[in-house]
């Protein structure tokens, strides 16, 4: 026994003294535009580039890809954390910025290798949580909203969250009904039809709206289909469900291969929610930080903006892409919302230590 | 035999055809719609192997199967080495250490998959953290997942192998002894043979737990390392289509083989391979 | 068995026996050795890395501090939102274990009980889906029970109301049943397949009743395969991960998803490794009772 404990001990040292001992050696200070250092790992979310955009990458540079393809955000962080995989891009959303940040996990860009930077939108360079875009450079943004199948539901109902969560709505729909199994996303939704906003929550450490989200998570519960953060917009184009919680470019681009697509819309509920943005950036384990530097520029390039957005249905942060992109696309409100609409929108700001207690809320309403 | 056995032996044998059915018809409606030329999987429009095609022209699909095969090949050479000589060294000898081992062996065949697979992420996490420090770079990828799988699999060859030295009468190697003295040749020409199909069925066990695994190798696979089904189970969780139809089939069918296979070892009814795999499971 | 025949054999010669002895032992250490380093280094290693991260921060970002040691993973268990997910884990992989004991019993008796030819061809029926891939059977409910499936499709044409079953509990089971029965029947049918039929035949002479025979004798005498059978049903079922994760929709979750969920969601590895630490000790549990019951069959 005592033996056991002694090698415990040791055990525990070891691994102390090794943890945190990571050094930030990679740089991309020796980068120029369009140079590479090797084949580059891509590490991406699940169906979110234009295979030709790879090849055509491939292609100019002469190196190859290795694209990954993660599903959450946690999933990734999980995977770079452990330092145990090697990434030399991946697309963390807002707030996985702002905590890869503050974990050390980023490597500072350097702007003389990505030209293209100028190509974005002013709106998109002055972002909360990564202010002077010194460790990432948005990728896409988009909403998350209701998917409906009008031809199941009907023309005329309230474009609001009460389509998940009033019990006098929704109960008509009983499971048919799937959310995103996302603690984040879900808790914002309920808090928003509740008429609170994330970022006061977090502000005033608002316990009691998190309780009372997470009853209104539970009410839905029992109506709820399926929690599910990939197939959202498949389940409604097969019919499995009627109404789910997702994200717009999953809608839009499993809608545009639906036979009944004129039955099927996206809208941005009128409590408002959440709006996001996705962002590259170089995890410190990378090792051809070159070659993620010049991906990046590369698709900050005008055209293959538009290439991305045109194949996956999420807005472009990139100013210079507007003229290639679909104009279908551009004028849709419901992808590139204007005025009222992206007001009532926030970002998923970083929950720190809040984090366990929406994730437990979120689990606990499930049960 | 009396009635009232003979309507027992109805209800047993209702109860027997029941269970087949339900074995069998799942796996069969699941081939039978993999033929379907319809892009909705569950209406039928008319027979189709434009599936098939469609999944071996797949480079994803390729890509895994390849590093399934590598995986599963080096796994199961390795695992099946040191499981049949530490199966060896338990039934055989008595030396210091045999009751730590045997008990060590059956602890990855009792853990449940998913604690398997958080141990193996931790320890690799540490490891390269190590192993960086030194100075080279490792990670996560074909070289974790096979290191991970040979890990549980030395457990399922040993008690597979172990299962076999136990039905074995010990008077032939005695004799072998006497015979040969040198304890190599008896080993290569006595025993080995007398062990061989438990040998071949822990092998062969081994060969599909790799092919079976998606959780573990899910924790430890780093870029471009996906196995078959942890690709197959990443389309899985985006739902139902007729190309995963057609890879379940072209699975099944794969196994079916290796029962095929496994039969071909079976030497005489009592060391059939199926008892092997009871006795494993006893 | 044989070496305690060589050592009986041996003890007319006291002398030989103990060079012998030595050479056995230095023989059996070497051919052990590559299985122990490689389970110490890959399987004991990983153990003890586990357990001392279950000790370890969880920063409020969510990484995971190797300092600053505390318990308070192993409080949270404690959590009655955790309680429950054990206790869900729990009955549901009891009442798997249940249905495959109730179907395979039979099942297996029915084998074990005809001509050795038709024995055969019944098993080897048996042992195909054993083989068969996890995955790609438990796939196969989800495909039948989905909205686009054969079975919607039927009562669609039928003019019926659809069956809602994928994304339940009940879902969950149907696949984990499919998915472990096998490992249910084998057990079963090799512990029948060694009853003495004459005890049973005289305990039917004895107790009159067939009931009472099969309860008196033929139970007891195949508890070895019901215990084999039911843990190696009940062990996977209650970690199970793959089938919730197909067929369950992510509701009503259950241990091995919750496991994975604090590594790839909430990001709480203290706590999942605290987990992961305690589902091992039930197994340790469960093999401990194997091993006190079953013992003297293997």
């Known amino acids: 026994m005592k033996r056991w404990l002694g090698v415990l001990v040791a055990l525990m040292l070891v691994a102390a003294a090794c943890g945190g001992s990571e050094e930030a050696a990679v740089s991309t200070s020796d980068c120029g535009p369009g140079d590479t250092d090797g084949d580059l790992s891509f590490y991406n979310w699940a169906e979110y580039i234009d295979p030709d955009l790879i090849d055509a990458f491939e292609a100019e540079y002469g190196i190859s890809v290795e694209y990954t393809e993660y599903e959450s955000n946690e999933e990734m962080l999980a995977q770079v954390e452990a330092g145990a995989a090697v990434y030399d891009l991946v697309v963390p959303s807002d707030y996985m910025v702002d905590t890869m940040i503050q974990e050390d996990l980023l490597v500072k860009l350097n702007k003389d290798a990505i030209p293209n930077l100028g190509n974005l939108d002013d709106a998109f360079t002055n972002l909360p949580f990564d202010e002077a875009g010194d460790f990432s450079v948005p990728y896409q943004w988009g909403t998350t909203g209701i998917g409906v199948n009008v031809g199941a539901i009907g023309e005329g109902f309230d474009p609001s969250w009460a389509l998940l969560f009033d019990a006098d709505v929704a109960d008509q729909y009983q499971g048919r009904i799937s959310l995103l199994d996302d603690p984040l996303e879900a808790m914002v939704a309920a808090l928003h039809y509740a008429g609170y906003t994330l970022e006061e929550v977090i502000a005033d450490n608002n316990l009691d709206a998190i309780a009372e989200a997470e009853a209104i998570l539970a009410e839905a519960n029992a109506r709820v289909a399926k929690y599910d953060s990939v197939n959202f917009g498949d389940d409604l184009v097969t019919g499995e469900v009627d109404i789910a919680h997702g994200w717009s470019g999953g809608f839009f681009a499993s809608f545009a291969e639906a036979d009944n697509a004129d039955e099927l819309v996206y809208i941005i509920p009128k409590e408002g929610g959440v709006r996001w943005v996705d962002n590259m950036a170089i995890p410190v384990t990378a090792e051809h930080p070159c070659s993620a530097s010049t991906m990046i520029n590369f698709i900050l390039d005008a055209e293959n903006g538009a290439t991305l957005t045109n194949w996956n249905y999420y807005g472009s942060p990139n100013e210079a892409s507007e003229a290639f992109i679909l104009p279908e696309i551009l004028e849709d409100e419901a992808i590139y919302p204007s005025g009222d609409a992206l007001e009532n929108l926030e970002f998923i700001p970083q929950v720190g230590e809040l984090g366990l207690e929406l994730q437990d809320a979120f689990t606990r309403s499930k049960s | ?282 | 068995m044989t070496s305690e025949q060589r050592t009986a054999a041996l003890i007319a010669e006291p002398g030989l026996e103990a060079a012998a002895t030595a050479a056995d032992r230095k023989r059996g250490l070497l051919l052990a050795l590559p299985a122990y380093v490689y389970l110490l280094l890959f399987f004991v290693l990983p153990f003890l890395i586990v357990f001392v991260y279950s000790f370890a921060t969880r920063s409020a970002t969510g990484a995971t501090r190797l300092s600053d040691w505390n318990l308070l993973a192993y409080q949270k268990l404690f959590d009655s939102l955790v309680v429950q997910i054990v206790w869900r884990s729990f009955w549901i992989a009891s009442l798997t274990t249940i249905i495959c004991l109730v179907m395979a019993y039979p099942f297996a008796y029915y084998i074990a009980t005809r001509r050795p030819a038709v024995r055969n061809v019944l098993l080897v029926l048996v042992m195909i889906p054993f083989w068969s891939n996890f995955l790609i059977r438990t796939y196969a409910w989800r495909f039948i029970l989905g909205t686009d499936g054969p079975i919607a499709t039927l009562t669609d044409a039928l003019g019926m109301e659809p069956v809602r079953l994928l994304f339940t509990n009940a879902a969950v089971m149907i696949g984990l049943v499919y998915g472990f029965l096998p490992f249910m029947v084998l057990p079963l049918y090799a512990a029948i397949e060694r009853l003495d039929w004459s005890l049973v035949e005289a305990a039917r002479d004895l107790y009159a009743s067939g009931w009472s025979a099969f309860r008196k004798v033929t139970l007891p005498l195949t508890r070895s395969g019901i215990i084999a059978g039911s843990l190696l049903v009940f062990v996977p079922s209650f970690g199970a991960y793959v089938t919730p994760a197909i067929l369950g929709g992510s509701k009503d979750l259950l241990l091995g998803s919750y496991i994975v969920t604090q590594f790839q969601q909430a990001r709480n590895w203290p706590f999942g490794s605290a987990l992961s630490i305690v589902v091992m000790v039930f197994m340790l549990a469960a093999l401990m009772i194997r091993a006190r019951t079953g013992a003297e069959e293997v």
């Open chain 2, 1 to 282: 035999m009396t009635t009232r056995t003979t309507s027992l032996d109805r209800a047993l044998a209702a109860n027997t055809w029941f269970v087949y059915a339900f074995f069998y018809l799942p796996i069969l409606v699941l081939v039978v719609f993999s033929f379907n030329a319809s892009t909705r999987v569950g209406i039928w429009r008319g027979f189709s192997t434009r599936w098939y095609g469609e999944v071996l022209r797949n480079p994803e699909v390729l890509d895994a199967l390849k590093n399934s095969l590598i995986v599963a090949a080096l796994s199961t050479v390795a695992a099946t080495v040191i499981g049949t000589a530490a199966a060896l060294a338990i039934d055989r000898y008595r030396f210091r250490g045999r009751r730590g081992l045997d008990g060590i062996l059956y602890l990855p065949i009792i853990i449940p998959d998913v604690t398997m697979a958080v141990m193996m992420l931790l320890f690799f996490a540490r490891a390269f953290a190590l192993i960086d420090a030194a100075g080279p770079r490792f990670q996560l990828g074909i070289g974790s997942i096979t290191l991970s799988h040979i890990a549980f699999n030395i457990s399922f060859v040993a008690v597979v192998v172990r299962a076999r030295l136990g039905q074995l009468d010990g008077s032939l190697e005695e004799a072998a002894r006497d015979l040969y003295a040198n304890s190599w040749q008896t080993f290569r020409r006595v025993t080995l043979p007398l062990i061989l199909p438990g040998v071949l069925g822990g092998a062969l066990l081994a060969l599909t737990l790799s092919l079976d695994d998606v959780v573990v190798t899910a924790f430890v696979s780093g870029p471009g390392s996906t196995t078959l089904p942890v690709y197959v189970f990443g389309l899985v969780r985006r739902g139902v289509s007729p190309a995963i139809n057609a890879i379940s089939t072209i699975m099944l069918v794969a196994s079916i083989g290796l029962v095929a296979l496994s039969l071909v070892f079976q030497r005489g009814p009592k060391a059939s391979r199926n008892t092997e795999m009871i006795k494993e499971t006893t």
